[in-house]
């Protein structure tokens, strides 16, 4: 007889086929084989999303891909490493149409070629509940040069790239909460642009990215640490977007995720070091606060000096 | 402020964390990193698992991480390679208990003693739907040594390890549609064993695991050499328990899933090395078929020489 293929091998064979990196053995065989870069490390880590807790279930579904296999290069990014490739696996509800797979490919297909990688492999399944999807990232590092999230002394500065609170405040706008006429929050919340390609090994004392708010990302860096940090909601940066939201959004952006910004420990005898590298990117850095001695506790100081309480620390998917 | 860390990281850290292998960081950064082991090359793969469709809600929940290991598992041994660590990510329903995710650290504690191995990461999220997880799976292998599936000769033998059939009957006793006193059935399906150990490489020619059914998996390996093949179902070894069950149940051993035994394409003067290897590593092996020229079809023969039909080639999730 001839063995009917069944639909899972006709979606694999029609959308992701064409998105294999050659290691990816064309997603015909039971595993990927991979020659890991010589003299590197490797660095690997695996998120997760799902339709209506990370994303809403009509988003577009080139968004969608976009999005997972960005979170994912952004802990790259955190780490100091250079992408390699990955692996998706994605269980989808039966009435998934192939329309919907070919706009989760093309979505993946368009940032491929923007960060130079391929798929390696997967797996597609069914699922009576919501769309959920994981994907695994490889990337490389020089041997002892990822970035940790421990290292931060007191008197390091707390440095962020970019702008923070944009894609709490797109979600906002998404649900109807804030209105935004340039259209770049709800941009930053479906898109967000890993800080992928920076140098700083040997420059960031610790780092990670900030994913689930800076402020509960930041306390992340202090338990690492063994310290605590203060920072100046006036130091922020704020996109014009955000800025035009108002200060009773200031707390939001604070405390939102899905930033995807880099959150930095600096000994001030580096920030000429950080400055030059940043510059050589094309990517904003500030300054917007200090660790310090002690348990930690995260200090946030508004314009008078005055400390702000919030009710909740970050978002947690759980 | 201190950042209250909500249910994920206090998850984490009392159930996963200790399952962190040294490369992951006690799960403590945005990433693992991993020095890969010298002159190999990386073999990596990734499996999903949904309640309700790959196994049964109520089922116990360290089965559920066992399996979710071993399938993976099984990828590795299909490519002859050694296991190096693995990722786990895990959407679950929010009201899944603790004492659930200890169980289900419980049973990958119990296999990474076994198989050697440690987390690297991961990620643990909410869902509205089923609990939905997904495992990638890291391994090695000497280069150039992986088994591919391509690669089978007209006139090669097809083997097997081990019994065919036993986790597709195992499924029919949870579903009260066949009973097996001796409960064999059912372990086979909650508890796969995966064939890793055996040295294949200059021996197999081509090989895969049998998660799909053997005749639709034995498509692949013709589809992927562009070949056909034959197989005699007298020859195909059933264990005690599904030789029990009788004539009616051959069918359903031929092509249900979750076998996870490795399927082989062999040159004839390969056999004796086979057959060493196999008893070296104490897997029974059985030739039940051969390779033929021509188009990708899987012809099954009964003991009288009838070619058998099938409503189905395999098992698919989708």
């Known amino acids: 007889m001839t063995a009917a293929l069944p639909r899972e091998f006709a979606l ?9 990196a050659p290691a990816g053995l064309e997603l015909g065989d039971d595993a990927a084989v991979l020659a890991p870069p010589g003299g590197r490390e490797l660095v690997i880590a695996a998120d997760a999303m799902i339709a209506g807790v990370h994303f809403p279930p009509d988003e577009n579904p080139a968004r ?9 290069l952004s802990d790259l990014a955190a780490m100091g490493a250079a992408p390699l490739g ?14 919907w797979f070919a706009g989760f490919a093309a979505g993946l297909a368009e940032d491929q070629a923007r960060y130079g990688i391929g798929l ?29 999230r421990r ?35 709800v941009d930053r919340y479906r898109l967000p642009q890993p800080r992928l390609g920076l140098a700083l090994a040997g420059i960031a004392a ?59 420990a600096l000994p001030a005898d580096r920030e000429p070091a950080l400055l030059a590298e940043a510059a ?32 909740r620390g970050g978002w947690s998917h759980f």
């Open 12 to 20: 694999i064979g029609r959308h992701f086929r064409p998105l294999a």
């Open 64 to 72: 969608i891909g976009q999005k997972l296999l960005r979170v994912n």
């Open 86 to 99: 990955y692996l998706i696996t994605l269980a989808a509800p039966h009435d998934t149409s192939d329309a």
């Open 120 to 148: 390696l492999g997967g797996d597609t399944t069914a699922t009576p509940g919501p769309l959920c999807l994981s994907l695994t990232i490889l990337g490389h590092v020089a041997p002892g040069c990822a970035i940790r």
């Open 151 to 185: 290292g931060a002394s007191p008197g390091d500065g707390v440095w962020v790239t970019g702008t923070i609170g944009d894609g709490a405040l797109g979600l906002a706008v998404l649900q109807g909460r804030l209105a935004d006429a340039s259209g770049r929050l």
């Open 206 to 264: 610790a780092g990670m990215d900030v994913s689930d708010g800076l402020v509960q990302d930041l306390g992340h860096l202090c338990r690492a640490g063994g310290l605590g940090a203060e920072i100046e909601t006036e130091a922020v940066p704020l996109s014009p977007a955000a800025q035009a939201a108002g200060p009773d959004w200031l707390s939001a952006c604070l405390t939102g995720g899905d930033d995807y910004e880099l959150l930095l």
């Open 280 to 311: 050589r990117a094309g990517v904003p850095v500030t300054r917007i606060g200090r660790f310090v001695a002690g348990s930690p506790v995260v200090a946030v100081r508004d314009a008078a000096g005055r400390a702000m309480a919030f009710g």
